[in-house]
């Protein structure tokens, strides 16, 4: 197993938010990166070395490294990661990298941040930085899960909030629980029947908004049609637009 490519890292702690979602923190030497870029992890399955993308939930300036996690039914690569303990050997490429970060979006009035599951991560990256409250006048962070002990970050979600009080709008959506305080459904329906908006006492338009998805294809697929007919498209160097999407697979 060549591994001389790779940074060793050193895994502080894992945190546990139920019994398939983690964070995982990493001590490791990585080069610079933007909020919303991600790390390659690597690690040894089966005697093969086998890497997987996961995006930082840490802001750039902090350290250790930090990601978040869900594993996977037949997940190679997550079922390992959450065998993991502390001071266990996790490989890290040196460079991270990806495009879903800020400084490729344009300005506007409101920005969306858009998160199905551990799609969360790479926005309280970005969250924790202070290019989004210098750029966008208000910023509406929306976490859809299934149940509603997978809204991880509560607390450091809670913490942005009270931070910036008139800046920050939170709604969180749970698809398979009816719970107070959260959306019923999906995030595609919740922008079709306008209840989001309702929620975050805030219009979605190509006048006033960015938007930045992140997590499921199949939500970022629907999510982008839903958008279609307010006149939203995907936002491109070349010919600018409203959508900036991850997908996680
Ligand atoms: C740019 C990028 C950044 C990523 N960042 C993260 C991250 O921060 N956190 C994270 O958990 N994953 C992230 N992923 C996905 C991650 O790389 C792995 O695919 C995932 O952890 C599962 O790995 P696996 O080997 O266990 O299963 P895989 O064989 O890689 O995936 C099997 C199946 O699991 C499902 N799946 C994969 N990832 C997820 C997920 N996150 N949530 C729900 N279902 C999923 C899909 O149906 C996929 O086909 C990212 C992927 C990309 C491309
Ligand atoms: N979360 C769990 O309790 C659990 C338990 C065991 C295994 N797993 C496995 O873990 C993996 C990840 O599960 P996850 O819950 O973290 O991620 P996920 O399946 O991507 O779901 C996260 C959220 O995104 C929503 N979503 C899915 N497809 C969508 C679409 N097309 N448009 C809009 N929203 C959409 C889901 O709604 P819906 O609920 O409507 O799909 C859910 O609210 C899955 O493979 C799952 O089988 C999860």
Same mark, same amino acid.
């Given at each position: 197993m060549g591994t001389t490519k790779w940074v060793e890292g050193t895994v502080v702690d894992q945190t546990r938010w139920t019994d398939k979602l983690f964070s995982l923190r990493v001590e490791a030497d990585l080069g610079a990166f933007e909020a919303g870029q991600h790390a390659t992890l690597a690690l040894p399955v089966n005697g093969e070395l086998v890497t997987r993308p996961y995006s930082f939930v840490?802001?750039?300036?902090?350290?250790p490294c930090e990601f978040h996690y869900v594993v996977v039914p037949e997940g190679p690569f997550s079922a390992r990661l959450a065998r993991l303990e502390a001071m266990d050997v996790v490989f890290l490429a040196p460079a991270p990298s990806g495009l879903?970060? =800020?400084?490729?979006i344009p300005d506007a009035e409101i920005l969306w941040l858009l998160a199905t599951g551990t799609g969360i991560g790479p926005f309280l990256s970005m969250l924790k930085t202070d290019a989004p409250w210098r750029r966008f006048g208000q910023i509406v962070l929306v976490h859809s899960v299934?149940?509603?002990?997978? =809204?991880?970050y509560r607390d450091a979600v809670a913490a942005l909030a009270r931070r910036y009080p008139s800046q920050l709008r939170v709604v969180t959506l749970t698809s398979r629980e009816e719970v107070a305080g959260s959306l019923p459904g999906r995030i595609a329906e919740t922008i079709e029947d306008r209840r989001l908006e309702k929620a975050a006492r805030l219009e979605l338009s190509p006048k006033t908004s960015q938007v930045m998805i992140c997590g499921s294809p199949k939500a970022i697929g629907d999510i982008t049609e839903a958008l279609r007919p307010r006149g939203m498209r995907r936002h491109r160097r070349r010919e600018p637009g409203h959508i900036s999407v991850e997908n996680y697979w």
């Open positions: 840490n802001a750039p300036k902090e350290r879903f970060v =800020l400084s490729s299934r149940h509603a002990d997978e =809204l991880a």
